[in-house]
């Protein structure tokens, strides 16, 4: 059985997403893990350098969900020196015989003089 990779979501990072929390688009909360009765989960994100981190994945306990990453998730912007501007890639990989993966790629804005 063969497994696939697809991005789960790409976003410019914000001061809000360097400063308090990572917003991740409602879109993505059907390729998120179950929450059950629970509003957070952690879930493990390796880098491109192949170290694995802990993202606490929050949802609000009333309608509209809107999924976050708090715990962790600073502590990655930090280490990684993101700025506003950067553009974080995250992949969904489906692995039928280890389970979901989730990868992070951090792109560096690039500056243009003209």
Do not use: Q
């Not at 914000?14 to 879930?43: E, N, Q, Y």
């Not at 694995?52 to 708090?70: E, M």
């Not at 990655?76 to 969904?92: E, S």
């Amino acid at each position: 059985l063969a497994s696939y990779m697809a991005i789960f979501f790409s976003k410019l990072v914000t001061w809000t997403d360097i400063k308090h929390k990572m917003s991740v688009p409602s879109s993505c909360l059907k390729s998120l893990p179950c929450f059950g009765r629970g509003h957070a989960r952690d879930i493990l994100v390796r880098d491109e350098s192949g170290h694995v981190w802990t993202f606490r994945c929050s949802i609000r306990k009333k309608k509209p969900l809107r999924p976050v990453f708090t715990k962790g998730w600073l502590a990655f912007a930090r280490d990684n020196n993101l700025k506003v501007g950067h553009r974080v890639i995250f992949y969904h990989e489906e692995d039928h015989v280890t389970g979901t993966h989730y990868k992070i790629e951090v792109k560096k804005a690039i500056k243009v003089f003209g």
